[in-house]
Structures are given as structure tokens and as C-alpha cells.
């Protein structure tokens, strides 16, 4: 006990001469310029503060240890180091060019849609602009998909962010898949498949079975997604308007062959063609024009009324006052 005061005072002392030199080699290293250079190449500091230090330390701490290896195996075998060298060499240049190709192809396609979108979208994803766009930005050549990889935590406006991104890269009415939970959230958004441009009865056949008795499959559309008419809640009546070729007499044989496959009665008013829809002829349950189809005669009276005979039936109009009023009377035996 009565030594204490001499052992604290030894160990005062060497910590002082210890922080002494310790200090005036940190002043030396300070000013080699070369030291400083090297630490910041291999902890991949940068003057702006660019984010991803951590890789670009991975990566420059990399090429120095395959600098090692290569200058101890050249020590060690040079002829078989010179070889391996040549043939690297051969890779990097094969591989340089790929990159240099890859580069170059995509360049217009970063300056006209990947750029913008970063620069109008980054606040919304709280990404910093100086940032690289496809470090956080992925968008397909033909902007059909596009995921952006968001920061941990982001909890912005989801529909906010995709109206940003599909406004600046032209993606119409895109699907919209966000995924929050978890370290890496991104957002996707997939522009929906166009329509298929044929589609077969058998593709429709078990979709026609399963609908009601007042409802008419018209086809696939988005996303192959089923395209009908409720002839109950929707609307009694279907306009079809087209030009020559479009496709009115095929849509209407869609609907009548819908409506015949459950029982209904067809009724063809094509008198001035009657070529549309030949294939009705005979059917049961179908009415099509023939012979002097739609006639239509005046018959005598005071009240003005016609009587027309088509498709085999009479249909009688009658004006006495006011708008006429049609109805069906009877069937032509």
C-alpha cells in the first residue's frame, strides 16, 4: 500500500509519453499526402458524401489483395503468372467490351426514361439525388415492368410514388405491386397484357356454360380478364356501331349463338343483305329472312295501319293518334 502512489504516478507517466508520440505520429501521417490517398481509395471515401461507401471500399479493397496475390504468385512462378496474366488479360478485354457494348446500347434509354424518372420521383422515395439512378431504379427495355427498390422503413404514399413513375415512363393504367415488409421493400408496376389477338371457342366454352341466362360473353380483354353484358342489370338492348368489315355481323353471331345455346329464340332482321347470317337458316328457335322478306302493305280503315310480313311473321302498326304503337299479332303458318 504505502508503493500505490508511486505506481500511479509511473502509470500517469507512461500514458503521457505514450499520447505523446502517439500525436506526433498522427501529425506525420497527416502530412503524407500518399497515406491519405490510399485510405480513402480503400474505405471509399468521397468528397460530396456519393452513398455506397461500403461497396466501393469492397471493391478497391479487392483489386489491392488480387494486386497482392498475383505480384506473390509472380514471385513464385513467373512463367505460369505471365500465362495466367495474358489470359486474364484476354477475359478483361472480351468482358470490357461486353460492358462497353451494354453501355452504349443503353445509354438513350437511361437519358430519356431512367434519369427523368429518378429526378421526379426521388423525393417521393426518399432517395438522394445524387444517387445513381439504377442503383434503386430498374425499368425493362420496352418499360413493361419497372421495380424500384426502396430505403428500409419507407413508409411514403404508394400510389403517390407509381403515379410519378408511370407518368415519366409512359406505363398506362400500370398494375400496381407493392412489397413493404422486410429489409428491402420495392415497388413493382406491370403494364397490363394487351388482349389476345385470337381467341378460340373452346377458350370460352366453359365461361359461356357458367354464365346466367341474361348474360353475353363477349371475349377476353386486359389481362385476359372476361368481357360481358348483363342483359338484366346492364342494359336491355346492345348497339353495335362499326365501320364496313368491322365486325358487326360476327359480334351479333356471338350474341345470337349465346342466347340459342340457352334456349332463347333468335329473330334475324337483315332483309336488305340476308347473306350475314346465312348460318341461322334452319336452325331451331331462329326466324331469318326469306323470299320477299319485310313487305309492307297498307290495309283499309280510318285509323292509318300497315301491316308487315317478315321473317314469317305479321307485325301490325297502328297510328290513330299520336306515336304508333306496334305489337306482334300472329305467325305466318
Known sequence: MGNMPAYVAGAALIVGVAGYWVARFLR???????????????SGWRRDGRPGRPRRAA???GIMLGAVVLVACYVASPQVTGW????????????????????????????????????????????????????????????????????????????????????????ESPEISPHLAGPKPTLTLTVA???????????????????????????LGIQSALVGIDLDGDSPHIGISMGSGGGKSVTSRLILSQMLFKGCVGLVLDAPKRISHAWARGLPNVRTPGRG?????????????????????????????????????????
Not at 28 to 42: D, K, M, N, S
Open 84 to 171: 495466367a496474366i495474358v489470359c486474364l488479360l484476354f477475359i478483361g478485354f472480351g468482358l470490357g467490351a461486353w460492358w462497353l457494348w451494354r453501355w452504349i446500347w443503353s445509354f438513350r434509354h437511361r437519358r430519356t426514361w431512367l434519369r427523368p424518372a429518378h429526378l421526379a420521383a426521388h423525393r417521393a422515395a426518399e432517395i438522394d439525388p445524387r444517387r445513381p439512378p439504377h442503383e434503386w431504379l430498374t425499368v425493362a427495355a420496352d418499360r413493361s415492368l419497372a421495380v424500384a427498390e426502396l430505403p428500409a422503413g419507407w413508409a411514403g404514399d404508394v400510389k403517390e410514388l407509381a403515379g410519378i413513375l408511370a407518368a415519366k415512363l409512359g406505363m
Open 28 to 42: 506525420w501521417l497527416a502530412r503524407q499526402w500518399f497515406l491519405r490517398v490510399a485510405w480513402h481509395w480503400l
Open 293 to 333: 322478306a319485310c313487305r309492307t302493305w297498307p290495309t283499309a280503315g280510318r285509323s292509318r295501319k300497315s301491316t308487315t310480313r317478315c321473317c314469317g311473321w305479321r307485325v301490325s302498326a297502328t297510328a290513330a293518334t299520336g306515336s304508333p304503337t306496334r305489337r306482334w299479332t300472329s305467325r305466318a303458318a
Open 193 to 219: 397484357r394487351p388482349p389476345p389477338a385470337v381467341v378460340t371457342l373452346a377458350q370460352l366454352m366453359p365461361f359461356i356454360k357458367a354464365a346466367k341466362l341474361d348474360e353475353v360473353l363477349l371475349g
Open 59 to 61: 471493391i478497391h479493397c
